[in-house]
């Protein structure tokens, strides 16, 4: 009876921790926000500066897209800080390389050389597959990255692809998988210098730092002089993002991953990305509600 006990009282101090963890003012408002959207869709948010949390389907397994470049990162960070690579060794481009799409280093010639700190610039600003393929296998594969992750205590983050024993995944959610809270810690993790060595995270910051794609995603609602780390992720019945926003009075972490999307076009009115933008827009002016910048409409750019 007195085990029963211990055990009920421990239930019920957990459930209070997560009752004063969680932003319940936030949570209704993400909640309206979101309501009738046509898909699955997993939220993570957390207020750096409180601890506070938003978490709406937040332990979901959802395709990452091209957010599996983070671990990626992970990986050849992991190169670099054992001394393997440096950031500026350089590389030889062979065709057998190339991944069809609109990549900048698939339009390199054979045999053309490139620094490992360039292939991750690509990666990360751009996105670019071919570049982000060539960084896993030097990282020792996705198989070497999944066993770094569980070492770090990522076990929902994984990579798929070219992956062995992961094919039956790779089939279900593509390149890699995460769910919302695990990616957000990882970048809140990387923001707290705990992943390898404080000079490791900020590199990876500093890389995560310079996204190019700020037109149809969250990061178009953050005002141009906030630093933000970030990557998204899209295929056509999923677009996913997270980032970290290094706000000046209450930093916060926003993830959004959503699946099995009924909308799949790749226009700016894309239901998934105006919803992305409009939950970025409420979480800024929450978090700043002083800050009085205002998002200029679309123009196109």
Known sequence: MLRLSVFFILLLHIAVSHAQSTDKKLTGLIRNTIQGFHGTIGIYVKNLKTGKTVEINADT?????????????????????????????????????YYAGEDILGEFKNGGRIRLQKLMMLMLTTSDNTASLWLQQLAGTGTRINTLLDSLGYAATRVNSRT??????????????????????????????????????ERMQRCLGRNLWDTDEALSQVPPYIEVFSKNGCVDGSRNEILLVNAPNQPYIFSIFTKNNKDTSWLHENEAWILTRNLSALLWHYFEPKDKWVKPAYAGF
């Not at 671990?71 to 057998?96: E, H, N």
């Not at 995460?178 to 809140?188: C, F, G, K, M, Q």
């Open 61 to 97: 397994i959802f395709p990452t897209a091209s957010i599996v470049k983070v671990p990626i990162l992970i990986g050849i960070m992991d190169k670099i800080t054992t001394g393997a690579y440096t950031y500026d060794s350089t590389f030889t481009y062979s065709d057998s390389l």
């Open 164 to 201: 062995p024993g992961r094919r039956a995944f790779q089939i279900e959610n593509g390149w890699g998988q995460t769910t919302p809270r695990d990616i957000a810690n990882i970048l809140e993790a990387i923001y707290k210098n705990k992943i390898y060595t404080a000079a490791a995270c």
